[in-house]
Antibody, heavy 118, light 110 residues
């Protein structure tokens, strides 16, 4: 079965750090670009970051640029999101999503919840 | 990276058709034929329904169709069914490996 499984979410204080993971299975992880997308409680979807299959191309939304770092380890079939200097507004469900080669997200994980609060 | 504009809610009776609009700019919707649509039921992850403006992934019913004119994309659901009740989000490629989503539309099946 093709799937993505996120982990690493939790409660963190403002200014703190957290590292999210996304484990892929059922497909050739190294051949796909992957994204992080988040959804604040009761709000819409927000694209966060993109990483190409080779890790050569990386982009971030302006809202997280300079604070978040995306990376991947093809040997472990895993994607990561290092989140530093966390703010209240980073509170959200974080999804990893596979990039269908048409700039669309065809496979999503179940998400992991990040809560930033003192 | 301003969000695309969608109506907050739409509704229709079973069997009817509804259309959800998604308005952007020449930098996103109008500039690329890479508009996608996602269905999200409460507590669930989004599901891809349409990509490349009007293409359906395998397994998505042909009751779902997409189109685009200028800076506005549309999702039409015909033959509404109770299970179509969900939130729907449009998304557009915005150049330089970035994406922008719409604010979401709540579809109610009356």
């Amino acid at each position: 079965e093709v799937q993505l499984v996120e982990s690493g979410g939790g409660l963190v204080q403002p200014g703190g750090s957290l590292r999210l993971s996304c484990a892929a299975s059922g497909f050739s992880f190294s051949g796909y670009n992957i994204n992080w997308v988040r959804q604040a409680p009761g709000k819409g979807l927000e694209w966060v970051s993109y990483i190409s299959s080779s890790s050569r191309t990386i982009y971030y939304a302006d809202s997280v640029k300079g604070r978040f770092t995306i990376s991947r380890d093809s040997a472990k079939n895993s994607l990561y999101l290092q989140m530093n200097s966390l703010r209240d507004e980073d509170t959200a469900m974080y999804y990893c999503a596979r990039d269908l080669p048409h700039w669309a997200f065809d496979i999503w994980g179940q998400g992991t919840v990040v809560t930033v609060s003192s | 990276q301003s969000a695309l504009t969608q109506p907050r809610s739409v509704s229709g009776s079973p069997g009817q058709s509804v259309t959800i609009s998604c308005t952007g700019t020449t930098s996103d919707v109008g500039g690329y034929n890479y508009v996608s649509w996602y269905q999200q039921h409460p507590g669930k992850a989004p599901k891809l329904m349409i990509y490349n403006v009007s293409e359906r992934p395998s397994g998505v019913p042909d009751r779902f169709s997409g189109s685009k004119s200028g800076n506005t994309a549309s999702l039409t659901i015909s033959g509404l069914q109770a299970e179509d009740e969900a939130d729907y989000y449009c998304c557009s490629y915005a150049g330089r490996y970035t994406f922008v989503f719409g604010g979401g539309t709540k579809l109610t099946v009356l």
